[in-house]
């Protein structure tokens, strides 16, 4: 079976290729094939993933091509990665919005805006293709912001769409290590939407443990997840929350943290990737794959160690030295997909956190409603758990997100300033009509005739 990854050139498809060795051959997949616009950074991501795959004497075949079609083609699988207009245009999203005294983060802030106006018409291209050329494929979209994405893409008709993030499944990661338990013996699950979610239940072979986690300073501390949260808070809410929640619940804190800093997390994650491929470009990489492998790992170290660092003040974790670095533990994006599909070749099934529509899952939204949520994937297919009560301030802010989401969605279809304002408008880190109006306006000129794509 093959996979296609649209985006091959990112630096998570080395690990994305790493989680994949561990059961290619149980899911009877034995190619990979890699697309990308940037050949010069694909070929030396391609080189890196051989490298993966070699140094475990393993036999997935991975190459990269120089045409869509030729990867998407016969394939059984598609994984959409995408940055449309490369990483300094996460930059400019995020100053704009900086610059008028906005959050300007990519899947939570103005900044999601922005990149879903250039990537979602991009995407929707690469779907038509798909359709033409796999059309039984399914779609595994990991282009952010994920469930505006999604949304987008399920709205448009296309059916086989699953967004995954793996938020939440290094989460219960995280959660088990600290318990010292095998992930297998935890049921953790979640609700809301993508990067605007909780978890309203834990369950330790089948007893519900939350009450006593929530209880646990210990825990709540020693969790990455959740030692950016007072306790006092977790315990006032009564669900363990996804860490982007940050952005709502500290919205002054996390501006003020990023402003302090004289960057945000886009410009840290330009720096490191231009320092990445800046030597990777000047080494032998045929010659000495190790040593190219070593760069990698110790550069994604460090744009790990600073994630929600600027925003939330916290301490960087200490860096480990170049040629001691083993691929990180957790299987990421790739685990969840192959969790997905593994789910689906099964009679039994498996429990996923995925954005998938609602069909009944939270009330009071609408069936074709993107929602993220533990689903129950089987032969049968996927079906979210169902949520009988959710509390009012929970339900109101998954309320007024949709709203924005399905308004973006409509402006982008239709070409309207006025629908996109409309939904910036909606935001909670927006919540002004001025505000929104120039967020629009600053967008659509930043991006006008190609100025930074």
Same mark, same amino acid.
């Given at each position: ?9 990112? $630096? ?19 190619? $990979?094939?890699?697309?990308?616009? #940037? ?29 869509? $079609?030729?990867? &998407? ?51 929707? !291209? ?22 505006? %994405? ?28 600290? /318990? ?5 013996? /935890? ?29 646990? *300073? ?110 990180? *533990? ?11 599909? #593994? ?8 429990? /996923?956190? /995925? ?6 899952? &939270?009330?009071?939204? #609408? ?9 129950? %994937? ?11 009560? %959710? ?17 973006? %969605?409509?402006? &982008?279809?239709?070409?309207?300033? !006025? ?29 006008? !005739?190609?100025?930074?794509?």
């Amino acid at each position: 079976m093959k996979i296609a990854v649209i985006g091959g050139a990112g $630096v998570r498809t080395v690990i994305f290729i790493n989680g994949l060795l561990d059961r290619y051959r149980k899911l009877n997949i034995d190619e $990979v094939v890699l697309y990308d616009i #940037e050949e010069e950074k694909q070929n030396i991501i391609e080189k890196l993933c051989c490298h993966v795959v070699n140094r475990r004497k393993e036999k997935l075949k991975v190459r990269a091509v120089n045409s869509p $079609v030729e990867a &998407i083609r016969g394939a059984d699988y598609v994984v959409t990665t995408l940055r449309v207009g490369g990483d300094h245009s996460r930059v400019v999203d995020e100053t704009i919005a900086l610059d008028l005294g906005l959050i300007g983060q990519e899947t939570t802030g103005a900044g999601g805006f922005s990149m879903a106006v250039r990537t979602i018409p991009v995407l929707l !291209e690469y779907c038509e293709m798909i359709k033409q050329y796999a059309p039984d494929a399914w779609i595994f979209n990991f282009t952010n912001p994920s469930g505006l %994405v999604t949304q987008a893409l399920r709205s448009a008709g296309y059916r086989k769409v699953i967004g995954i993030c793996d938020a939440p499944s290094s989460t219960k990661f995280r959660m088990a290590k600290k /318990l010292g338990v095998a992930e297998e013996e /935890l049921y953790v699950e979640f609700f809301g939407l993508n990067h605007l979610s909780w978890i309203r239940s834990v369950k330790r072979k089948g007893e519900e443990i939350l009450p006593l986690l929530l209880a646990d *300073d210990g825990f709540l501390k020693g969790v990455q997840e959740f030692s950016v949260f007072d306790p006092e808070l977790l315990r006032m809410i009564g669900f363990l929350p996804n860490e982007y929640l940050y952005y709502y619940y500290y919205r002054e804190k996390a501006l003020k943290n990023i402003l302090e800093s004289g960057t945000a997390r886009g410009k840290t994650i330009e720096a490191v990737n231009q320092q990445m491929m800046g030597e990777l470009k000047h080494m032998d990489i045929d010659a000495d794959p190790e040593g190219a492998l070593q760069i990698f790992l110790y550069y994604m170290q460090i744009r790990e160690n600073s994630y929600m660092s600027i925003e939330s003040g916290a301490s960087k974790r200490p860096l480990q030295d170049k040629g001691k670095l083993e691929i990180p *533990d957790g299987m990421g994006y790739a685990g969840v997909m192959l969790d997905c599909i #593994e789910g689906l070749q099964s009679e039994e099934g498996r429990y /996923l956190v /995925l954005s998938v529509e609602n069909h009944g899952s &939270i009330p009071g939204l #609408e069936e074709n409603d993107v929602i993220e949520a533990t689903c129950h %994937v089987s032969k049968k297919g996927i079906i979210p758990v169902k949520v009988k009560e %959710v509390p009012e301030s929970c339900y109101l802010l998954i309320r007024t997100i949709k709203m924005y989401e399905k308004l973006t %969605v409509e402006a &982008i279809r239709t070409k309207s300033k !006025e629908t996109a304002v409309k939904g910036l408008m909606q935001h909670p880190l927006v919540n002004s009509y001025s505000l929104a109006k120039a967020l629009v306006e600053k967008y659509a000129g930043a991006y006008e !005739e190609g100025k930074h794509e």
